[in-house]
């Protein structure tokens, strides 16, 4: 068994070092430093050889049980699967089968990698990625005057603190001042700015204008000097506009749209964080008493497989020596 765990041990050297540079090839470099040398791709390594030699040995203990290489090959898929599945990588697993966990050689070498390679400190991109996915999904729904008028007095939101301040002219009715936004040039950039997306404030205008019971509020003056704040808090005051809160219109929109109204990047970011935070693992937190606990349990398996294989030969099924 020593003679096999020496020359098993060379040529598992030798297969992390092509594995290594088969990935360096294919652009998966390990750059930086590593928290026991100065550089990763030694750290990653050796627990690429910790992983290979541990199954390695469990490969050289199955064939001291068995009796031809046909056998062998018809068990090895079953403890593939074993692996994988308990694993811990491919889906998230109960608690109640953690110790079944720790019999897998999967678990302890994956803790050792994604610790290794910082995964819970990697933005997930995939997240922000089924952003892009949906961007041109649409969606509708329906929106008061009420609504309407409580988003323009929100005097927090900048956009619509600045769009209250724009003067609009002296005195003037309600109805010349929604005239005068929805024809005259200077006002262009009013008129399309958007209070949700899909529905801009030349909408609305022309949505209370239109409104026949509104005729005698139209007809009011506004005051002096005239900024669209001033319209918008006479209107929220008005008893008989109140009554014309559940008024509305059906709008559609895009994901997209509405991404680009609040931020898209400012969004991405919070939702990549935010996946971070939700999906952190301290199985894989980056410490070296993290790292060192998985290399142990790895060897664990090392030394486990390499007396059992002693043990079968030795006691169990000694013409097979």
Known sequence: ILAHMMYQLLMCVL??????FVMNMMGMKFQGSGLFTPWLVVDAGITMLLITYASDLLSLWISTLVHSTTTA?????FVLIFQLIFSGGLFALPQIVDPIVKLTISSPGLKAMASQTQVNSLPYDTVTDMLNLVDDVEFGGRITVG????????????????????????????????????????????RETNIIEGLNVGQVISLLMDLEPLEDVLSTNVGFITTLGDVVDFLATNETVQSFRDEGLTIRTTLGDILDLVGREETKALVESKAAEALYEPDYAYTQENIINNWL????FIAAFALLSTITLEFIDKDKR
């Open 147 to 190: 609504q309407v008028l409580d988003a323009l007095g929100d005097s927090e939101n900048q956009t619509i603190s600045e769009l209250r301040q724009v003067q609009i002219g002296n005195v003037m009715t309600v109805r010349e001042v929604g005239e005068a936004i929805l024809t005259e040039d200077n006002y262009k950039a009013i």
């Open 15 to 20: 297969q992390t070092a092509i594995t290594l």
């Open 297 to 300: 349990h790895l060897l664990i």
């Open 73 to 77: 090959m018809t068990i090895m898929p």
